[in-house]
């Protein structure tokens, strides 16, 4: 027992649909090969001899139609390629895009922290002032009561003499 080369199913020796590549021997199913009866009477009739379409492709003796098929097949995949080379740079694009978006968040939170530092150093700088302004307003304060001992020392002083 072989497998059909085509479709891995078993291929007897003895079965009347299946059909031998005269370059590989392989046994193949005739319809995997898609011959039409036609053709395969045709074939045995003239005892002309098959060949598969690997081994047909290897020999460079595919007929007409197989060839013109291969060749589209070819062409839809050149197409494909490029369509899909095209999306490869879409998104080769698009990932800059995102590392240039991920830098500029970086830096966003980069200046976010420094913002904050800065708010922080301003509320210090803030309450050491209004600390500032509260030890000036006791000075102030003390000062005056000084001038006004100072003044009632004179005028004591005045009157005494």
Do not use: Y
């Not at 045709?42 to 098959?50: I, R, Y």
């Not at 598969?52 to 060749?71: F, V």
């Not at 509260?134 to 006004?148: R, V």
Request: glycine share 2%; proline share 1%; with cysteine.
């Amino acid at each position: 027992m072989v497998n059909c080369k085509l479709c891995s199913k078993t291929v007897s020796r003895e079965d009347k649909t299946k059909i031998v590549c005269v370059t590989c021997q392989n046994l193949f199913h005739v319809k995997c090969t898609k011959i039409d009866s036609t053709d395969l009477e045709g074939l045995k009739e003239t005892s002309k001899k098959w060949r598969c379409s690997d081994c047909e492709l290897l020999s460079g003796t595919l007929p007409a139609a197989e060839s013109s098929s291969i060749l589209d097949l070819l062409r839809g995949l050149t197409e494909e390629v490029r369509e899909l080379k095209s999306k490869l740079q879409g998104i080769d694009e698009l990932k800059e895009i995102k590392e240039a978006l991920q830098k500029q968040s970086e830096l966003s939170f980069e200046n976010m922290d420094r913002l904050l530092k800065i708010e922080t150093l301003l509320e210090d700088q803030k309450t050491h002032v209004e600390n500032l302004t509260i030890e000036n307003n006791k000075l102030k304060t003390k000062i005056s009561e000084l001038e006004i001992r100072l003044n009632f020392t004179e005028q004591n002083l005045l009157d005494r003499r």
